[in-house]
């Protein structure tokens, strides 16, 4: 006959059981919270850094809209935390590369080529790291603006940008001596905004920035957190 002993240490296994019961009690699960926070903090400014590279942003606008417009919610419940944009586009004088062009120009002729002579513009951003002209755009009194396309109405009123004072002895009148119109139709007008920062964070190098960073920073600060409550 085989007699098999078996021994417990009382008192490791004590240790052990107390342990599992503050990992899985109310306090335990506000550790783990902690943790996801104290990562999603560090993720959350990784991500502000991507996406101001991403937008081609101007130096001196991290704070005041990228920081100013990003939200970092954490989520009991579900052991989470969110990250997003609040902003939209903002103007588009703040992104690297906006200048006009002259219509005439090798660049104006690159991004314009293959569009109808209504479509060209002649304001060029590097918006999204990606030089373009934006289609009807324009410069006037050192802001940037876009016709918006026919099909959305046109109206022979120009727009206040165009409007000019002083005597015009030179413009038209009617018989009743008012000005008379000068027949030309214009577009709606829209003043040039930059991309959306709301739009921009679950993209591209932002988004990648996330899943790259964001998993190695949870796993770290969640043990950190399990290790301070199982620690016999």
Not at 98 to 104: C, D, E, I
Request: glycine content about 10%; charged content about 30%.
């Amino acid at each position: 006959m085989r007699v098999i002993t078996v021994s417990k240490d009382v008192k490791v296994v004590s240790i052990a059981r107390s342990s599992l019961e503050r990992l899985f009690a109310s306090s335990g699960r506000t550790e783990l919270f902690n943790g996801v926070v104290d990562a999603g903090r560090k993720t959350k400014t990784i991500v502000q850094k991507a996406v101001t590279k991403q937008m081609a942003l101007k130096a001196g606008n991290y704070q005041g809209y990228v920081v100013a417009g990003t939200r970092g919610i954490p989520r009991r419940a579900l052991l989470a935390y969110d990250i997003f944009g609040v902003k939209g586009g903002t103007d588009a004088d703040k992104y690297k590369g906006l200048r006009s062009v002259g219509a005439g120009t090798r660049t104006a002729r690159k991004f314009n080529k293959g569009r109808i002579d209504t479509d060209k513009g002649t304001v060029q951003s590097g918006v999204w790291n990606r030089p373009r002209i934006f289609k009807r755009s324009f410069e006037a009194n050192g802001d940037f603006y876009a016709f918006r396309p026919p099909s959305e109405g046109t109206s022979t009123h120009a727009p206040k940008i165009f409007w000019t004072f002083g005597r015009k002895p030179d413009q038209p009148r009617g018989a009743d001596g008012k000005f008379a119109s000068s027949g030309v139709k214009y577009g709606k007008l829209r003043r040039l905004y930059g991309p959306s920062l709301m739009k921009e964070i679950p993209e591209d190098e932002s988004a990648e920035a996330f899943f790259l960073n964001g998993p190695v920073l949870l796993e770290r600060a969640v043990l950190k957190r399990i290790d301070k409550l199982t620690r016999w």
